[in-house]
C-alpha cells in the first residue's frame, strides 16, 4: 500500500490493511517520509515504512520525476505484485513501477474526487489561485490518463462511483467501500459535558473533524444553532479550525451566550467514539454544490454519529438523502436557507426520540466487518491469493 501522509492515523488506510491481513495478505504500507517518526515502525496490520518521497506532492518541482523513478525502482526491486495506492499522488508512483514491469496490479484507491476537488481556489491571493489552478488541472489530467492502468478502482460512496465512471469514461463502475468504522470492543465513558460545563438542560450538537465551510457558512451554522433555545454546539476539531470559526465569530459579532463550546480533535478514535456518545446530535454541514467531491460524498462524520446511536443534522444532498431513505435518523435541510436549518433543528429536537431509536437500529446494519467483503472479493478477483 502506499499513502501520501507519514501516517501516524489514517483510520481507512487501517483498516483496509487490517482486514487484508486478518485474511492473509501480506501488507508492506509504504507513507510519507517524516524525519519526526520512525523510518519503519511495526504495527499490527504490518510493517509501515515511512520513504514515499516528499517530492511526489508537488509533481512539477525539478525533483519530482527523480525521486517518482528512483521509488518505482525500488517497489519493483522489492518484488511487489500488486500495489494499492491511496489518492492521487501515489498512483503516479504505482504507474511509475507497472511501466517498469507490467505485471504489476494497481487498485486506486479514491479517497476524494480529485475533479470535483479545486482546494486552490480557497486561496486568498489570486497569484495563489492561479498557480494552485495549474497544478490541480495537471494533477485531474493526469490522473485520468492513470486511470487505464489500474485493474480496479475504489471510492467511497454511490455518487462518486458514478461520477468517476461517468467523467472518465470507464468501462465498469468502481468498487463502494464505504468509510464505516471500526466499532471497538471499549469506548471510554466521557465527561465532556463536565469538562466544558455544559448545563443539563441544553442539547449538544457536535460538529466532529475538519471544518471545510466558507465563513459564510460557518456564521449561519453558528447563527442557526443559537437561534433555537435549549442547544448548545460543539466543535472537535484541530486548533487551525478552531481558530477558523473564532475568527468568523468575533469578526460577525455574533454572541454565543457560553453556547459555543471546543474541544481537541484526539489521537485515538476510541476516545472520539466516547465524547460523540455524550453528546445529543451530530451535525453534518457541508454544502458545497459546485464541489463534487464533497456534494456527492458520504463522510466519516455521518457514520460514526450513526454507529454511536446519535440523530444527525445534515444538508440535503444526495449522499445524505439516500442515508436518510435507508435509516431515517437524519433531519435534513437546504444549506442556502437559514431557515431550513432552523427548522431543521427543531424538528431534530421535537423527534429525537423516534430518531434515535433509528440510530439504533442502523447501527445494527452498518458494520466495517460487512463492508470489508467487497476488499476482500477485490483481491481475491484481481491479486494473487493470500497463503493456504
Known amino acids: 500500500m502506499l499513502v501520501d501522509n507519514p501516517m501516524r492515523s489514517d483510520l481507512r488506510v487501517e483498516r483496509e490493511a487490517r482486514s487484508l491481513h486478518a485474511h492473509g495478505w501480506k501488507v508492506r504500507l509504504f507513507a510519507m517520509e517524516d524525519p519526526s517518526l520512525p523510518e519503519r515502525e511495526l504495527r499490527d496490520h504490518g510493517m509501515v515504512e515511512r520513504s514515499v518521497p516528499r517530492a511526489i506532492i508537488s509533481p512539477l518541482s525539478l525533483k519530482y520525476v527523480r525521486a517518482r523513478t528512483r521509488f518505482a525502482r525500488m517497489l519493483v526491486a522489492e518484488g511487489a505484485r500488486c500495489i494499492h495506492a491511496h489518492d492521487h499522488y501515489c498512483l503516479d508512483l ?4 507497472k511501466r517498469i514491469d507490467p505485471s504489476i496490479t494497481i487498485i486506486y484507491d479514491a479517497h476524494e474526487y480529485l475533479a470535483g476537488w479545486p482546494v486552490h481556489m480557497e486561496s486568498p491571493r489570486r497569484i495563489d489561485r492561479l498557480k494552485g489552478g495549474i497544478v490541480w488541472w495537471w494533477c485531474v489530467q493526469r490522473e485520468r490518463m492513470n486511470l487505464r492502468h489500474c485493474a480496479s478502482i475504489i471510492t467511497v460512496s454511490r455518487s462518486l462511483c458514478e461520477e468517476m465512471q461517468r467523467r472518465n469514461g470507464l468501462p465498469t463502475r468502481p468498487v463502494l467501500l464505504r468509510n464505516i468504522p471500526d466499532i471497538p470492543a471499549y469506548i471510554p465513558r466521557s465527561n465532556i459535558r463536565h469538562d466544558l460545563q455544559i448545563p443539563e438542560h441544553l442539547q449538544v450538537l457536535v460538529h466532529s473533524g475538519n ?4 465563513d459564510e457558512r460557518i456564521a449561519m451554522l453558528v447563527r442557526g444553532c443559537l437561534s433555537v ?5 460543539l466543535f472537535i476539531c484541530n ?4 481558530s477558523k470559526v473564532i475568527s468568523v465569530i468575533e469578526r460577525e459579532n455574533i454572541m454565543t451566550a457560553d453556547r459555543v463550546g471546543f474541544v481537541d480533535f484526539p489521537e485515538r478514535h476510541e476516545v472520539l467514539l466516547g465524547m460523540l456518545r455524550a453528546c445529543d446530535a451530530g451535525v453534518v454541514h457541508t454544502w458545497q454544490p459546485d464541489w463534487p467531491s464533497h456534494w456527492l460524498s458520504l ?4 457514520m460514526e ?3 454511536c446511536g446519535l440523530p444527525v443534522l445534515a444538508t440535503s444532498q444526495p449522499e445524505f438523502i439516500a442515508f436518510q431513505q435507508e435509516f431515517g435518523n437524519c433531519a435534513l435541510y437546504n444549506g442556502e436557507r437559514a431557515e ?3 427548522a431543521a433543528i427543531e424538528q431534530l429536537l421535537e423527534q429525537r426520540t423516534a430518531l434515535e431509536v433509528n440510530a439504533k437500529h442502523a447501527a445494527t446494519r452498518l458494520s466495517w466487518r460487512s463492508e470489508q467483503k467487497a476488499l476482500i472479493d477485490l483481491y481475491e478477483m484481481h491479486c494473487a491469493g493470500p497463503p493456504a
Open 94 to 97: 504505482a504507474v511509475a513501477a
Open 211 to 214: 471544518v471545510y465551510h466558507s
Open 229 to 233: 433555545d435549549g442547544t448548545y454546539l
Open 239 to 242: 486548533t487551525r479550525n478552531r
Open 299 to 302: 463522510p466519516n462524520r455521518i
Open 305 to 307: 454519529y450513526t454507529l
Open 340 to 342: 431550513d436549518l432552523r
